[in-house]
Each structure stands twice: as structure tokens, then as C-alpha cells.
């Protein structure tokens, strides 16, 4: 009977070990992630690197997901930025970009016409993206 009690109370107290270690079962709350939509902006034209745009020199296009369209052009375009507005410099339409939720990802370069050996025309693509609760069209597809 001594053997009985002692081995139960050695049960009783491995057991009361092994619980003190389990984890608990309260977990921190997780935020869910941001998810963004994105969109590119392509700047087609003589680009001259290294010198501020003065004039309009090339036209700018907007891809939303549809393929490209020029940027006051369609209906999508015009429904995401309101109105159609007809831009003269990059910086004009990224400025008005990022007044509609807008910010900058990446920017490439690509040339497309050389002289000479040498690039005498760029095409620059500016990706962009935005919180999905952000304003303007972030609708249904």
C-alpha cells in the first residue's frame, strides 16, 4: 500500500509539471495585411536624361489591369480619376497620382530608339500602388 500512495503522488506531481509547460491558449491578434492594388504609368517619348521635362515631348499612359490606355482617355481612366485631365509633364501626372492614394514603387527605363550606337529614346515605367481601402474606383473587377 506505501508503494500505491507513493507512486500516485509522484503521478500527482508530474502531472502538475507537464501543465505548467503547456502554452497558452491566448494568442496575440494578428493584424490582417494591407493589400494594395497596382498600376503603371508609362512615359513614351523622347526622354532626355539628366534635364528637366519643359514641354510636352511624348504622351502618358496608364495600365489599371486592362492593358494600356492613354491617360484621359477611356472611361476606366476617366472614372479613376474623375475627370479627363490631359497632363504635360510626368511629374504632373504623379503629382496628381498621389493625390488619389497613389505611391511609387519602382521606376524603370527602357531605351527604345538608338542613334548612333547610342539610346536617344526612353520609355519610363513608374509602378505605383494603394491601399485597396483607398479613394477612387477600387470596386469589383
Known amino acids: 500500500m506505501k508503494h500505491f500512495f507513493s507512486l500516485l503522488a509522484l503521478l500527482l506531481v ?3 509539471a507537464s501543465q505548467a509547460q503547456t502554452p497558452s491558449a491566448v494568442r496575440p491578434v494578428q493584424a ?13 517619348g523622347a526622354v532626355n536624361l539628366g534635364k528637366p521635362e519643359k514641354e510636352k ?9 486592362y492593358g494600356y490606355e492613354k491617360l484621359g482617355g477611356s472611361e476606366q481612366v476617366v472614372r479613376e480619376a474623375g475627370k ?9 501626372a504623379l503629382n496628381y497620382m498621389g493625390s488619389r492614394g497613389w505611391e511609387i514603387v519602382q521606376i524603370l527605363e527602357q531605351p ?8 536617344s529614346e526612353y520609355v519610363r515605367r513608374y509602378v ?6 483607398a479613394k477612387g474606383v477600387a470596386g469589383p473587377r
Not at 57 to 65: E, L, P, R, W
Open 14 to 16: 508530474l502531472t502538475t
Open 32 to 44: 490582417d495585411a494591407i493589400r494594395y492594388e497596382f498600376c503603371e504609368l508609362m512615359r513614351t
Open 57 to 65: 515631348s511624348g504622351d502618358i499612359y496608364v495600365d489599371f489591369g
Open 84 to 92: 479627363i485631365q490631359v497632363f504635360a509633364t510626368t511629374i504632373s
Open 112 to 119: 527604345i530608339n538608338y542613334t548612333k550606337g547610342e539610346p
Open 128 to 133: 505605383l500602388r494603394r491601399p485597396l481601402s
